[in-house]
């Protein structure tokens, strides 16, 4: 094989588009929890970790460090919520080559990974409606730990433990749309692929030093 052994994507605005579902969930634990309202959009920036995205809007709308039990209980509504919230999002749809991106990767021979920020449980949620699933054979997420550079060093080590062997960068490929997947490619010792399809353009990715940037999965995947 030539091209990357090991392919380790995020989910949100990499892969699918959710129609907002999280933030109406993370909105909907928040008031049924502590009465309150609650727009992580406007406290926490895309790339952060689930637990980065709790703790900072707890922090702004309760004006005080949560308790690990009231993280415990807000995770477990958002969670709950999610589940329903997903499958009514109008707007939910598989972003443009992703499902052919992972079909033909797959069949090339790389294992594929999911890298996400969120939590084990949300991940999973999120790909249900499109049937992304089926496509990954492991994962790192939020809940592994709230530092996104770690949870990326997470999944390069499964990566390397499914192989056997250590992988050098070139065959690991980190996949997301923020500069912060970027930067956790990089700090994984991966080779980092910026897509211009969530709140960043490819300039701005360019500019975090990708190592290639598509401005969709439509166009052709490198090593493929």
Do not use: C
């Amino acid at each position: 094989m030539t091209g990357p052994l090991a392919v380790l994507f995020d989910i949100d605005e990499t892969l699918v588009h959710t129609g907002g579902a999280g933030t109406r969930s993370w909105a909907w634990a928040f008031d049924q929890l502590h009465g309150v309202p609650a727009d992580i959009g406007k406290h926490t920036s895309a790339g952060e970790t689930d637990p980065q995205v709790g703790r900072e809007t707890f922090r702004a709308v309760l004006g005080r460090d949560p308790s690990h039990e009231e993280m415990m209980r807000l995770y477990s509504a958002y969670l709950w919520h999610l589940s329903e919230e997903i499958w009514s999002s109008k707007t939910y749809r598989v972003l443009d080559g992703a499902e052919a991106t992972l079909r033909r990767l797959g069949r090339a021979g790389a294992i594929l990974g999911v890298v996400s920020g969120a939590m084990e449980g949300a991940a999973r949620l999120k790909m249900e409606p499109g049937k992304l699933g089926r496509y990954f054979v492991f994962g790192a997420y939020g809940s592994d730990s709230p530092d996104r550079e770690q949870v990326t060093r997470l999944a390069v080590a499964k990566a390397a433990r499914l192989h056997g062997r250590a992988l050098a960068r070139t065959e690991v490929y980190v996949v997301g749309d923020t500069p912060r997947d970027i930067e956790a490619a990089h700090a994984a010792d991966a080779t980092a692929i910026g897509v211009a399809s969530g709140h960043y353009t490819a300039q701005q990715l360019r500019a975090a030093k990708a190592d290639y940037v598509l401005k969709s999965l439509k166009e052709s995947f490198p090593g493929l």
